[in-house]
Nanobody
């Protein structure tokens, strides 16, 4: 089993920044794919950024490219999401997800991720 705990959410004004953290524990050696998803009220949960923890390759959806950065600290078993130039449309509950392996074509498919955190709220006001 793998446990994921997110932190770092909060309320900011448009243009501001936040950094989310996701600490992993348990059988983490089984994990190679980690990602951040978000879900706004009344909307589907959508992928935002993903990382292969073995090689470090990162991927982003178009709406956050150039503004968000996903990274991984192997020593701390933690991934981060640095969010800059935040917009009101970034307002959502943000979830950390992990899986043994997710192929490139399925990075944004939430069904492929076995482990999920409890979420952390991000609110961006205009």
């Amino acid at each position: 089993q793998v446990q994921l705990v997110e932190s770092g959410g909060g309320s900011v004004q448009a243009g501001g920044s936040l950094r989310l953290s996701c600490a992993a524990s348990g059988y983490i050696y089984s994990i190679n794919s980690m990602a951040w998803f978000r879900q706004a009220p009344g909307k589907e949960r959508e992928g935002v950024a993903a990382i292969y923890t073995g090689g470090g390759a990162t991927y982003y959806v178009d709406s956050v490219k150039g503004r968000f950065t996903i990274s991984h600290d192997n020593a701390k078993n933690t991934i981060y999401l640095q969010m800059n130039s935040l917009k009101p449309e970034d307002t959502a509950m943000y979830y950390c997800a992990a899986a043994p392996a997710v192929g490139l074509t399925n990075l944004w498919n939430k069904q492929m991720y076995k482990y999920w955190g409890q979420g952390t709220q991000v609110t961006v006001s205009s």
